[in-house]
Structure formats: C-alpha cells, structure tokens
C-alpha cells in the first residue's frame, strides 16, 4: 500500500507561482511512476503532468507546457509540481497519483495506470 499526502495549495493571485508537494509512505517509492492531476469545479478530473520512476522522462499536458515543471527526489520520497505564471483557469483539486511499474523510463497520462491517489490540495488563482 502506498499512500499520499499533497501539499503547497493555497489562494494566489494571476502571474504568481506555487510548488506543490506530494511526500509518499509505504511501499518501495521509486518503484512508481508519479503524475500530477487536477479537477475544477463541474469538470472531470484530467492530467496535468507526469514523471518517469527514474526521473529522466516527463510529460505534460498543452495546458500547462512551458508554466508548470514536474519533478522527484526520490531520496525524499517527494514529488513536485512547480507552477508558473498561474492563471484563474488554472483554479482546481490538484491531486497527486503513483502507478507501480517496472519500466524505469514510462510516464502514465492515463488515470487507470495510477493505483494510488492523494486527498488533493485546492489551488485557487484570483484574477
């Protein structure tokens, strides 16, 4: 069993960053690879960004390429959502997810690849 625990949200307003956190407990850390979801109010919850076991291969969604950087410290058991230039659309649950594989280099876009959820942090952006 593996479990979640986000952290970093807040209210901010447009144009300001935030880093978002996720400390992971149980099972073999660097086992799983990591991803970064979010869900506004009204919509279904869709992927943001994504990391590889190894931490060398990351994805990202067209949304938020070139704001938003995804990043591990496996030593930490931590992964990290760095998040620029916020928009009010930008405003959901952020909710931070691993998926076990034995594949060093795989990056999950898909939610049904992620076995393990977080309870979510809120990230609200004023404009």
């Known amino acids: 069993q593996v479990q979640l625990v986000e952290s970093g949200g807040g209210l901010v307003q447009a144009g300001d960053s935030l880093r978002l956190s996720c400390t992971t407990s149980?099972?073999?850390?660097?086992?799983?690879?990591m991803g970064w979801f979010r869900q506004a109010p009204g919509k279904e919850r869709e992927f943001v960004a994504a990391i590889s076991w190894s931490g060398g291969n990351t994805n990202s969604a067209d949304s938020v390429k070139g704001r938003f950087t995804i990043s591990r410290d496996n030593a930490k058991n931590t992964v990290y959502l760095q998040m620029n230039g916020l928009k009010p659309e930008d405003t959901a649950v952020y909710y931070c997810a691993a998926g076990r594989t034995q594949i060093r280099t795989v990056v999950f876009t898909v939610q049904s690849h992620y076995a393990y959820w977080g309870q979510g942090t809120q990230v609200t952006v004023s404009s």
């Open positions: 149980g099972r073999t850390y660097s086992n799983y690879a």
